[in-house]
């Protein structure tokens, strides 16, 4: 066999091996504003500092501020989940949580 035609043959299999397992990917869609404390320190939608990080950006882009402060940020994250670690704190939705603990308009 022919090596230059092997070598496209192996890509050529490779690409579409690559695009098919691509499309039967679906991508999760959530609703920010459902998340509840509960999903949020339970790990039931993302990883919660992932979750910290997208409010984050979100909340600054709403207020126009392109800035971003690591330590702030996480001391903001620390506050939103001691807040949201206790029960009966659970199903408070996580924006609501975060408006309500770090004074944020919404």
């Not at 695009?19 to 993302?46: G, H, M, N, P, W």
């Not at 500092?49 to 909340?59: D, E, K, V």
């Not at 994250?77 to 944020?104: F, G, P």
Request: hydrophobic fraction near 40%; charge should be neutral.
């Amino acid at each position: 066999m022919n090596p230059k035609f092997f070598a496209l043959a192996l890509i050529v299999s490779s690409l579409i091996f690559g695009l098919s397992s691509v499309s039967s990917a679906q991508a999760q869609l959530i609703d920010a504003s459902k998340i509840t404390c509960e999903d949020y320190i339970f790990y039931k939608i993302s990883n919660p500092n992932a979750i910290a990080y997208w409010l984050s950006g979100y909340y600054h882009g709403k207020q126009n501020n392109p800035v971003f402060d690591p330590q702030t940020l996480q001391a903001n994250a620390d506050k939103v989940r001691s807040y949201c670690d206790q029960q009966k704190n659970w199903k408070v939705t996580l924006t609501h949580a975060a408006e309500q603990i770090l004074d944020i308009s919404k």
